[in-house]
């Protein structure tokens, strides 16, 4: 078996910029974006020793990263008392959405229902300029939503193993994901389709 | 119970559905609710095509990296791994 081996002196051309783009999809925060990549430079060097070969450089440092990044973004017990929230906050967040439910009938609010997108726009958006808007709505998604959205659309992680990892239970996994996707598309439709 | 779900409920189905996680009773009401909902239909069109975007973004960042480091930050982390 081929044994990968460090290169420190070479990760700044290879890794830098692409660190860095990574890490702006997820924080939206170019200084902080920066700090997150020399953080993570800074650390492998410091545990260099735990490098046995197996995984790639790139794989290995990709690993520290993402470590960096979601300590970033939040906090270790930012998912406690999940349920509690979820509760508490559901008629007030629904109801900015939704009609009220009598006879059953809790639809689309009519400012609030989802129109065709432009297809000019939606042609656009795997350009930077979407994803810098799209990392502000991210930023605006309430933390606790945020953590699991990531998780999901940009880790793409399964719903089982989001669970598992944030030890969240799997119904209020998909409340998350309903609420995250609601805000998500709101925001992208007024900032990025409606401007 | 109702045949008939609301729109609430259709965009909740709608995840589920992604996830090929619709038991045979959901999926009829979310198929027959989409069928008569054309702002849930796109709901889902419109997640989907964000997903979408999300991982071409993910690879086209591996190719060509939008934001590049600045020359100071660069500076600065390089005189630490030449340290090493």
């Known amino acids: 078996m081929k044994m990968n081996v460090l290169d420190p002196k070479n990760w700044l051309d290879k890794y830098a910029d692409y660190f860095v783009s990574l890490a702006m999809l997820k924080v939206a925060n170019r200084a902080l974006a920066e700090d997150i990549v020399q953080d993570t430079f800074l650390s492998a060097l410091t545990h260099i020793a735990n490098f046995r070969g197996e995984a790639s450089e790139k794989t290995w440092l990709l690993s520290i990263l993402n470590n960096k990044i979601i300590d970033s973004y939040r906090k270790k017990d930012v998912l406690k008392n999940s349920t509690d929230y979820l509760t508490q906050t559901s008629d007030s967040f629904y109801s900015n959405f939704f009609n009220k439910e009598t006879f059953n009938e809790a639809h689309w609010k009519i400012e609030k229902a989802p129109n065709d997108w432009l297809p000019e726009q939606e042609a656009k958006m795997n350009s930077t300029e979407f994803f810098a808007i799209f990392s502000l709505c991210l930023k605006k998604i309430p933390e606790k939503l945020r953590v699991i959205f990531i998780a999901k659309y940009i880790d793409e992680l399964d719903a089982k193993e989001i669970c598992k990892e944030n030890e969240i239970s799997s119904s209020n996994y998909w409340v998350m994901i309903h609420r995250s996707k609601l805000l998500m598309r709101e925001c992208l439709d007024k900032n990025w389709f409606n401007v | ?84």
Not at chain 2, 22 to 48: A, G, M, T, W
């Open chain 2, 1 to 84: 119970m109702s045949f008939f779900i609301t729109c609430k409920e259709a965009t909740y189905l709608s995840s589920l559905k992604e996830a090929g996680q619709l038991n045979f009773k959901q999926k009829c009401k979310y198929f027959v609710h989409i069928n008569f909902c054309p702002p849930c239909k796109r709901f889902e069109k419109q997640l989907k095509k964000i997903r979408d975007s999300i991982l071409e973004f993910k690879n086209k960042v591996k190719q060509h990296p939008p934001y590049k480091m600045s020359a100071s930050k660069r500076e600065s982390i390089q005189k630490e791994l030449d340290n090493y």
